[in-house]
Each structure stands twice: as C-alpha cells, then as structure tokens.
C-alpha cells in the first residue's frame, strides 16, 4: 500500500489538505457534525457526507476523511489475483470511460472513486474496495458454464451489497456460499454451480422438440431475453431457436417492491405484446399483475420508479398511463416522437410541468441520469442545488435593480449600465461576447460584465452531464463543448470538464434564428453541421422535421462582430442566395450554404474565422504555457491586436493581427496564431 502522504501535502496549523483529485483548491477538516449536519455528498465514495471530512469553501467538493486518506495503490487484492504484480490504482471515474464494466463486487457503475488495473478492465469501487480488503475469497475456479473465471464467497450475507442480488440462475437470494464472476453481472449459488446440467430439457417456450445442451466460444442470440450471451446454451437446430442456461429456469414470480407494488407472475406464451411499463414490442416471456392489469418484458419488472434525468429540473417518475384532462397529445422530449399517455412512460409530477419522456430514450445512456430510492431524495437534490449568489448588492436604483455591486471574480466594485455610449468592440469578461445592453462595468479598471453572466449561480446542473459544475474564473481553458479556447468564466464539471458561459448557458431544446423549426440536442447525431460544414462527432442540435443540424461552436457565435474590413457592424447571416461566393478578407472562395458575416450596407460578407480570428473568445495577455508549442521554451502571451507590424519569428511575413509574444522581455520571439506557425508545420 503506497503512503498517501506522498500524495496529500498536510498542513497542522489548519487542518487541511490538498488532495490530488482537487488540487485547485485546499480541502479544510471539519471535525464535528453540526446540529443541522452536512446536506451534501462525498465525491470520494457518493454516500451522505458526515464528520469527520475534508470540504472546500470555494467548490462544492467534499470527501470523508476516510477517503480522503484512502490508499493510492492496493497490491494483491484478493478478487483481482490475475494482476497481482502490477496491483490496483486510484482514479477518478472519467466522462465516457466505456473501459470500466463497473466494480468487480457490487457490479454498478457511477461517478466516485474507484480502483482500476492497468492490465485489464478489472475495476472496484472505493467502497466495495474498504470492505472487501478485510474479507477473505477463495481461490479462483475456471469452469465450463460461463466464459470468466468465478471466485468462491463462503458467507456472501456478510457483505451487504449483495442484499440486492440474486442468483443467476434459480433467482432466489444470495444466503449460501456463491460464485462471483468480477468481470460481469454474473452470480451463482455453490448448490447450482455444483449441479449437473442435465443434456436435454423440455422447455414450455418451445413444446414442438426438446432442447439440447450446447457449448460455444462464440455469441449467441437467446430467443427469449433477445441478449447476447457465449458459454452453455440450450438449442433446437431444427427451429434455429436457443435460449441462454439463465433463462431456462426462471422463476415464476418476480417481486421488487421498490419498484412495483405487487408482485409479477411469469407468463409462458410465443407470441408478441407491447410492453405496457415501455410502449415497445416483446415476445416469448412476459410477466404480468393481475391486481394493475399490466404486462411487461421481464427486465422492465425492475425499471427504476423515480430518476433525475441531466435534462430536467425535476426528478421524473414512471408510470405505466398518463391521466390527463388537458392534453391530447405529448411528444417525448428527447426524441420528439409521440409518447402513447395509455402506455408506460417517464414524467413530471410538478404542477405546470408538462415534461414527459419515453422510457427507452431516457434510460439510454446511465451516465444521464441518477436512480432515486425515495421520493424524499427529490427535495434534497433541489436543497443542493440552491446555492447562494456570488455577488453583493451595494446600492440599488428607483426599480429595485442592483446598482452596485461586488463580485467574486472581481477586486473593484461594479456599476450597472444601460448601453454602450459609443459602438465599440467591447467585450464581457464573462462570456467574451461582444457586450450589448445591461451590463456591469468597473469605473477603475476596463472590466465588463452582462448583467446576465454577473448573476450566474457558483453551482449549478448542466444537462449535459448528471452533474453539478461549479463557476471558476481563475484562468483561461478550452471548452470541452464547443472546443474554443476562452479566458472568461467556466464551469467546471466533475473536476476536469470545462465549459465555457456561452455553452453553459444553452438549453437542450432551443430556437434558432439560422433555422425556421427548434432544436434539441441529440447525443448520437453525427450529421454535418450547417454552419461550419464540419462533421458533428459528439452530437448536435438536430431539427425534428429536417437534416438541420448544428454542433455547440456555431450554435453560440457572437450575433455581429467588428472588423476593419468594414466602417459597420457585421452581423451573423445564415443564407446566400448568391451561386458563387468570395471572402473579402482573404478573397478565397466561401460556400454560400455555410454561415457568413456581413454588412448589408456596403455588400459586405466574409468568412466567420476571418472576422472572429483564431482566438475570437481570449483576452490579451492571457498566458500560453510552453508546453503548447513546439519551437519555443518560454510561456507566450496572446494580443488580438499588434501595433507596427512586427515579424514573424517562423515565416518571416508582418504580423497584423492576432500574435503571441513571449513573456520574457528579453527575448522577441513573436509568431501568428495561424496553425502552421505556431506549430512550426
């Protein structure tokens, strides 16, 4: 086990640490538990969090002490033996780490920390980590009815989380020693492991022939779950039809009253139905309650009764029909095709609140949506999701507005302001786009703010991410979503994902005036966007009624721009009727299908990149470090604008706009921000 003081720096005289997954900050002790105790959740193991822990005053970020101090690397552990020389190490779970399965022992995926090897895909929760490292496994045993190694449980009741599971085979819960396979969901009593698969059955789903027992190294199909599965599998070669080992011997009764009242029989009929809990087709196995009249694939007896959806507000809830008096028709928030109200589906219990969504498009991706156990959990969500305002009001105006105010990004006081008394090209600090009416400024110093981007949340939940993020305005980043550099706020998301104001600040379902129908953002949408031409390949706005689609750098450009080219403002222009187009910046050919900037008055249109430049979103000075560029060894400091035409340090041509210099005074290297020269290419 590696010494964790060699990772957390400790202070004595104040009780803090700096942690290597919060680095940005110092995390303080809190020793005791106060009377109201602490509404909040460790980021370590994502239970509810209690002293004694470690919390930071500037973030939302809390750990328990226990994982604070957790162990950087583990050696041996007793359900990973096949790595043992290379050991387990600490991570945070990343966005879209389709490599981890989920931890070996409780079988879940979610965001907290959790140790992975670096051989294999072997991973372990923090918390199932603690508890197993204590309880002791038997060896591995290899073994012909499934494709993984199983390691032998003698008392699986001592550990708690297996409470919720049951055999994989007999269904009945986990009392007797068992066999884990850590490398999928797969569980088995000893007693079932140890029978002898009979070599043929009779099978009610298939009465016409017997079926005979088969093993495969490849995949297979199973007619009743419609899964894929490999290892033993029962067959009928004459009828094509196969059915898992699993799903031979299913249980009669299906009862989990967290999430259905009354318990669900299994009804034995070939044939289809539509699923009453999802609205979508099945065959073969169902399972049915007679006291609601409902019936239901078998994995939607377990579909989760209340969630919180990244796209939404509110916790949703499923429910198998929709009573309603004033609508007659409701279409799915995310795909936008219509939800059947007489079938099951996911909605709104807020008065007013009308969101509803089908059942398979909400549940789609896990990393979108949190499970809630109790209804009661709803109202702690909105409870940490109000957060105090980062700004203090000083004076306000006849209306009540904040006329002066301090805010925490900012050591001056801030004055509010109507317009702009001349048309300039200033912009806001927040979101560095070009300031318009409302706005704050600092009369001792040139910073601006639209009144909009002052009164952001310091927390807020993005849609994007079942995530809370976290308002910095520290240093300058690029934005994971629309890939632009920008030295105005962010929002940080998980400790690691940046996004910048502009994109914080778009809803899901938008309108856009490049487009006549609204938008909203589908994740599997990789279209070409039709103000750039480029390939969208992490999903776009997309039209329902049209290929239209736009991706997070188009949908958030500033609506008009300044340039020398012009004595006007030039506006966002999303057509050309013209056939054959030209840039009057670089006079190169520009496509009349993408969107442009021009001034109506003098006939004006240009390439976007040729008004807005390389670094449309930074503000001069900000530092580039070294590490950025290949054929310099100082930081680099970016000026949207230079003054005398100096020259270029790689292609010798005169700089006119947008450079970067070198900090050091004594050196004068100064190159474009075009690409080629400041990669040297």
């Known amino acids: 086990m590696k010494n964790q003081n060699e990772n957390v720096s400790h202070d004595e005289s104040i009780q803090q640490i700096t942690h290597r997954f919060h680095q940005q900050h110092p995390l303080v002790l809190v020793a005791e538990q106060s009377n109201e105790g602490l509404k909040a959740h460790c980021d370590g193991c994502g239970e509810l969090l209690s002293a004694p822990c470690f919390t930071c005053i500037h973030c939302n970020y809390h750990l328990h002490k226990q994982c604070a101090e957790a162990p950087l690397y583990i050696r041996n552990h007793p359900l990973h033996p096949k790595h043992s020389n290379l050991g387990l190490f600490l991570r945070q779970r990343p966005y879209l780490d389709d490599s981890v399965y989920g931890c070996a022992l409780c079988k879940e995926k979610r965001n907290i920390f959790f140790y992975k090897c670096p051989g294999c895909w072997f991973a372990i929760d923090i918390k199932c980590a603690q508890l197993s490292s204590s309880f002791k496994f038997s060896q591995l045993s290899k073994h012909d009815i499934h494709q993984h190694p199983l390691t032998f449980i003698e008392s699986p009741m001592a550990i708690d989380v297996f409470k919720r599971f049951s055999c994989s085979w007999c269904h009945e819960p986990l009392i007797d020693a068992i066999y884990l396979c850590p490398d999928c969901p797969f569980i088995l009593h000893k007693k079932c492991f140890d029978h002898e698969l009979p070599p043929e059955i009779d099978h009610l789903t298939h009465r016409l022939h017997r079926l005979f027992l088969k093993r495969s190294g490849s995949d297979y199909l199973c007619n009743l779950c419609q899964k894929q599965h490999s290892g033993p599998f029962y067959s009928c070669s004459l009828c094509h039809f196969n059915i898992n080992v699993e799903c031979a011997w299913p249980r009669s009764t299906v009862e ?64 198998h029909f929709l009573q309603t008096q004033e609508l007659t028709k409701q279409d799915c928030k995310i795909c936008f095709n219509e939800v059947k109200l007489d079938r099951g589906s996911y909605s709104c219990r807020k008065p007013g609140c009308n969101y509803v969504v089908h059942v398979n498009c909400v549940l789609e991706d896990e990393k979108l949506y949190e499970v809630i156990e109790e209804e009661k959990q709803c109202e702690e969500l909105y409870e940490k999701s109000m957060q105090s305002s980062i700004i203090h009001v000083i004076e306000v105006n006849e209306t009540g507005e904040a006329a002066k105010i301090e805010h925490l990004s900012h050591q001056h006081c801030l004055v509010l302001a109507e317009k702009m008394e001349e048309e300039i090209d200033r912009k806001c600090d927040g979101c560095m786009l070009p300031i318009s009416n409302i706005f704050y400024y600092c009369s001792e110093c040139p910073f601006f703010l639209h009144k909009t981007c002052a009164e952001l949340p310091r927390i807020k939940q993005h849609w994007f991410l079942q995530s809370n993020a976290t308002l910095n305005f520290d240093r300058f980043t690029k934005c994971y979503l629309c890939s632009q550099y920008s030295s105005g706020f962010f929002y940080r998301i998980r400790g690691y994902m940046d996004m910048c104001l502009r994109c914080a600040e778009v809803a899901d379902i938008i309108e856009c005036e490049g487009h006549q129908h609204f938008l909203f953002f589908d994740f599997k949408c990789k279209e070409k966007c039709n103000g750039c031409g480029e390939r969208c390949l992490y999903g776009a706005f997309r039209c329902g009624k049209c290929r239209f689609a736009l991706d997070f750098g188009c ?60 670094f449309p979103f930074l503000s001069d000075e900000v530092t580039f470090p070294s590490y950025y560029y290949h054929n310099h060894h100082h930081n680099l400091e970016f000026f949207g604008k230079v003054e005398g035409y100096p020259e270029c340090s790689y292609c010798g041509k005169l700089c006119q706009e947008e450079i970067l210099k070198c900090e050091n005074s004594t050196c004068n290297f100064i190159v474009h921000c075009k690409y080629e020269c400041r990669w040297g290419d």
Request: hydrophobic share 25%; net charge neutral.
């Open 555 to 614: 949908l958030t450009l500033p609506h008009s721009a300044l340039h020398k080219i012009d004595e006007h403002m030039l506006k966002l222009t999303y057509h050309d009727d013209k056939e054959q187009s030209y840039c009057d910046i670089c006079e190169q050919y520009r496509d009349p299908s993408l969107w442009y900037y021009s001034c109506s008055i003098c006939d004006t249109s240009t390439h976007i990149k040729c008004v807005l430049g390389q």
């Open 256 to 319: 989990d009253k967290s999430r259905h009242q009354h318990p669900f029989s299994l009804l034995w009929r070939q044939g289809s139905f539509i699923c009453d809990a999802c609205g979508t087709e099945g065959n073969y196995i169902s399972c049915i309650c007679l006291k609601c009249c409902i019936e239901v694939h078998k994995k939607c007896t377990s579909l989760p009764r209340i969630i919180k959806f990244s796209r939404h507000d509110h916790c949703i809830f499923h429910k």
